[in-house]
T-cell receptor, first 110, second 113 residues
Framework: SQTIHQWPATLVQPVGSPLSLECTVEGTSNPNLYWYRQAAGRGLQLLFYSIGIDQISSEVPQNLSASRPQDRQFILSSKKLLLSDSGFYLC?????????FGEGSWLTVV | SQQGEEDPQALSIQEGENATMNCSYKTSINNLQWYRQNSGRGLVHLILIRSNEREKHSGRLRVTLDTSKKSSSLLITASRAADTASYFCATDPSVTSYGKLTFGQGTILTVHP
């Protein structure tokens, strides 16, 4: 069966520090991968999606970037965090149109 | 922009009652999906209904879709305290959208024992 792992689960980072959130998917090959952000515990915003290695599309301009160095690995990064980057970040993969989410990473920028 | 808009924003009911949540959207869709999120956790897929379907069931869940009104509803029958969570609808605009769903703001459901 397929599983998705995302880490770290929580982190507190100072403004201006770098960020790296990692996500891996097991049990499937060549999945579509996504990074979503959820602010204030409400709706989700799609940040990035990837249909293959080094094939990444950004949905909104922002202070973040994404990379996919391996087929089942998706990384969300920032060189310098802003206060507005705080939120709940969710990695996900899809199969036949259904999205399967990881457990999320809580980021607090202080 | 958020395509799906859930109504109500919050719903509080007693165990055993039915819970109905509604979702409206603006543009044409390939399918509409409902997800559940327990506090502080990832989202869990509940049910997918395609644009050519009008109703779908899964256990205590019943989803309807009215494409003419661009709306969907999620009914949870005989609710339980464990159903307490946020519920989101999400729309998939086309078969070539690579699963890029647009989520609504969600309905917070509280089921009191």
């Amino acid at each position: 069966s397929q599983t998705i792992h995302q880490w770290p689960a929580t982190l507190v980072q100072p403004v201006g520090s770098p960020l790296s959130l990692e996500c891996t998917v097991e049990g499937t090959s060549n999945p579509n991968l996504y990074w979503y952000r959820q602010a204030a515990g409400r709706g989700l915003q799609l940040l990035f999606y990837s249909i293959g290695i080094d094939q990444i599309s950004s949905e909104v301009p922002q202070n973040l970037s994404a990379s996919r160095p391996q087929d089942r690995q998706f990384i969300l990064s920032s060189k310098k965090l802003l206060l507005s980057d705080s939120g709940f970040y969710l990695c996900a993969w899809s199969w036949e149109g259904t999205i399967y989410f990881g457990e999320g990473s809580w980021l607090t920028v202080v | 922009s958020q395509q799906g808009e859930e109504d109500p924003q919050a719903l509080s009911i007693q165990e055993g009652e039915n819970a109905t949540m509604n979702c409206s959207y603006k543009t044409s869709i390939n399918n509409l999906q409902w997800y559940r999120q327990n506090s502080g956790r990832g989202l869990v897929h509940l049910i997918l209904i395609r644009s050519n379907e009008r109703e779908k069931h899964s256990g205590r869940l019943r989803v309807t879709l009215d494409t003419s009104k661009k709306s969907s509803s999620l009914l949870i029958t005989a609710s339980r305290a464990a159903d307490t969570a946020s519920y989101f609808c999400a729309t998939d605009p086309s078969v070539t959208s690579y699963g890029k769903l647009t989520f609504g703001q969600g309905t917070i459901l509280t089921v009191h024992p």
